[in-house]
């Protein structure tokens, strides 16, 4: 069951964008994970791909993916009121785009979907906050709504922990970054919530997404080899990192 219900009196397309500048905050070259996702589904899909944007938030993939593709659809998938609220404002009217409001550990979700099958599932920043096992799981549900010559990716913060003087460094050089940005204006995702909180429009979905998901989500972030042995054992046929950065991974998984 699909819902694109909007709440009217707000900039959904001016939230939405806060939402990319405060993520960029953690994530720099955000973008650069961004196009080459997009070169993946062009080099599998072509340039009229079916996508499910999975665990999509306020539609960061789906902007993208609509302003380099314009004949792509989208489905979007969620269960947080308060960024699926600025999803549906920002693409109203927009008939490429569905949204559906769905709970990913909840073993039915696929059913809610408009199709059976995507070109591509896509997700980036979202799956770090499920624990191992209801992520396995959750990788057995996307290969069967992959066509065979799909994708999957997932761009994620995924940690090698054989590596212990290698992430330390690199952590240390970038929350001193991140703090310069600070200094400099830029805000965080604590603060983003505080001003979601305070908006008249926002506010209540922002209250009911907190009830749902608490101050944080007790996740995980396994390493990519992780990720690409589980895919393998759950369907794919080959699964890899296809870019990263010194803390992101962008994994694809092949149907």
Not at 110 to 134: E, F, K, Q, S
Not at 236 to 241: I, K, L, V, Y
Request: charged letters at 25%.
């Amino acid at each position: 069951m699909t819902d694109t219900r909007t709440t009217a009196g707000a900039d959904w397309r001016a939230w939405q964008e806060s939402w990319d500048r405060q993520q960029e905050w953690y994530m720099p070259d955000r973008e650069e994970r961004f196009r080459i996702m997009l070169d993946m589904v062009e080099a599998f899909a072509g340039t009229e791909p079916r996508v499910l944007d999975l665990a999509c938030g306020t539609g960061s993939i789906t902007a993208r993916l609509l302003a380099r593709f314009p004949d792509a659809t989208s489905t979007g998938v969620d269960l947080d009121p308060a960024l699926l609220t600025i999803a549906r404002g920002t693409f109203e009217g927009d008939d490429r785009v569905t949204f559906v409001e769905a709970d990913l550990k909840d073993p039915d979700w696929p059913a809610r979907l408009p199709y059976g099958v995507y070109d591509a599932v896509l997700t980036a920043t979202a799956l770090h906050w499920l624990r191992t096992g209801p992520l396995e799981a959750l990788y057995g549900r996307v290969a069967d709504l992959v066509r065979h010559g799909g994708v999957f990716m997932n761009a994620d913060h995924m940690i090698d922990d054989t590596t212990p003087r290698i992430n330390a460094a690199e952590s240390t050089l970038r929350r001193s970054r991140m703090d310069q940005a600070m200094r400099k204006g830029a805000r965080d995702w604590a603060e983003w919530w505080q001003l979601a909180s305070r908006d008249p429009v926002l506010a209540a979905p922002t209250a009911r997404r907190f009830e749902i998901y608490g101050a944080h989500a007790d996740g995980e972030m396994p390493s990519a080899a992780w990720h690409a042995r589980v895919l393998r054992a759950k369907g794919f046929a080959e699964a890899r990192p296809v870019w990263c950065s010194p803390s992101d991974t962008l994994l694809l998984a092949l149907k």
